[in-house]
């Protein structure tokens, strides 16, 4: 029940958003943003699509092979846009990580350590991603977020991450308990998903790209909706548009992102209605970006494929591999039953 109230609670929160900039701005920031787009435009997104879901995919390969799964790199892009199209499609926005977390523990036996991988995978990429905005943001400060705010979040990341550290020592040192043993595994899991030595370099590597690519499509968006602002201007305002997309008050990712870009491009001196066109325009390209997802989606229905190591029914089998039952066997067939030796005495 609470998770159904919760679920429900995302949903309305996002609807409350996207109402309020109607009710604010009007729906002409809205038209606006479907009407610029053209051809060049989604190919530059579908582009951009492409190479950052081959890199997360990349990680979430990583990741799988540090903690015990075999997951080849072409299977892992089909599932993870998959995954980004659900994603973009359903209320929430992480009904697709949920799919292919569960679609994978159950391809390779252990549904538990697929879940894990794709936590693991899904917390690695938001780590860098805030890290990386955060970073930016103060090398690029902008007059609506403070230099102090910025570096009271950045101390408050960080002691969040060492309490989480701490937190987990200490479990390990405790020992048996239900929750401990559940704080043993996530260590043990973090060791060798994230921070192997082969592992992390590339997933830090692909998540800043992936951060990079995200940021060319907000660009690419903004040049679609007309803003001639520079890229210098844009980038605090981007990155904070993007943070705000990992608050769960979403339908499909849509509401807090255009409530913020809405808001930041008030606050830095530009037009709201022109920030919210670029995020409706950044939204309709991320959601055309995913749309090999459907495809995938719509192949594996028609054709759904046989999990692995699956024997096929007894009529498939050619008739010499067909055992038929002894009353098929000819008399110089039949074995006669064997007494077994009875010891005397």
Same mark, same amino acid.
């Given at each position: 029940m ?17 109402a309020?900039l109607?009710?604010r701005?009007? @729906? ?19 582009? &951009? ?19 015990? &799964? ?13 995954? &980004? ?8 926005? &992480?009904l ?22 794709v ?6 990429? @938001?780590?860098?991603? =805030?890290?990386?905005? $955060? ?18 979040a ?23 308990? $239900?929750? @401990? ?11 060798r ?5 082969r ?19 907000f660009?690419?968006?903004?040049r679609?909706?007309?803003? @001639? ?6 980038a ?21 992102r255009e ?18 066109t670029?995020?409706?325009?950044y ?22 494929p ?24 000819g008399?110089?067939?039949? =074995? ?10």
């Amino acid at each position: 029940m609470a998770r159904s109230v919760w679920a429900w609670v995302k949903v309305v929160g996002g609807l409350a958003i996207l109402a309020a900039l109607v009710w604010r701005l009007g @729906t002409g920031a809205f038209l606006d943003g479907l009407s610029v787009i053209d051809g060049g435009t989604l190919l530059a997104a579908i582009g &951009i699509g492409l190479l950052t879901t081959v890199l997360s995919a990349w990680r979430w390969c990583l990741v799988a092979r540090g903690l015990g &799964i075999r997951l080849p790199l072409r299977g892992a892009v089909a599932d993870y846009y998959r995954a &980004i199209f659900l994603n973009a499609a359903l209320p929430g926005g &992480i009904l697709g990580d949920v799919h292919r977390a569960v679609h994978n523990g159950r391809d390779t036996g252990d549904v538990g350590r697929g879940v894990r991988a794709v936590v693991l995978e899904r917390t690695a990429g @938001t780590a860098v991603f =805030v890290v990386v905005g $955060l970073s930016v943001l103060l090398v690029l400060p902008s007059p609506i977020v403070p230099r102090t705010q910025l570096v009271q979040a950045a101390a408050a990341v960080v002691l969040a991450a060492a309490a989480a550290a701490a937190l987990v020592a200490w479990a390990r040192r405790r020992g048996a308990s $239900l929750v @401990t043993r559940a704080l043993g595994t996530a260590a043990a899991d973090i060791r060798r998903g994230l921070l192997a030595r082969r592992v992390w370099p590339g997933i830090v590597a692909s998540s800043a790209v992936v951060v990079a690519g995200h940021l060319a499509t907000f660009l690419v968006a903004a040049r679609a909706a007309g803003s @001639t602002a520079s890229f210098a201007r844009l980038a605090p305002l981007m990155l904070l548009s993007l943070l705000a997309m990992l608050l769960p008050l979403n339908v499909g990712g849509w509401g807090p992102r255009e409530g913020m870009t809405a808001w930041a491009f008030g606050a830095a001196g530009l037009s709201p209605s022109l920030g919210l066109t670029i995020a409706v325009v950044y939204g309709v390209l991320a959601f055309a970006a995913s749309l090999p997802g459907a495809a995938v989606l719509l192949v594996r229905w028609l054709r759904p494929p046989a999990p692995v190591g699956q024997l096929g029914p007894i009529e498939q089998l050619g008739p010499i591999e067909q055992l038929g039952p002894i009353e098929q066997l000819g008399p110089a067939e039949r =074995v006669p039953p064997v007494r077994a030796a009875v010891p005397v005495g």
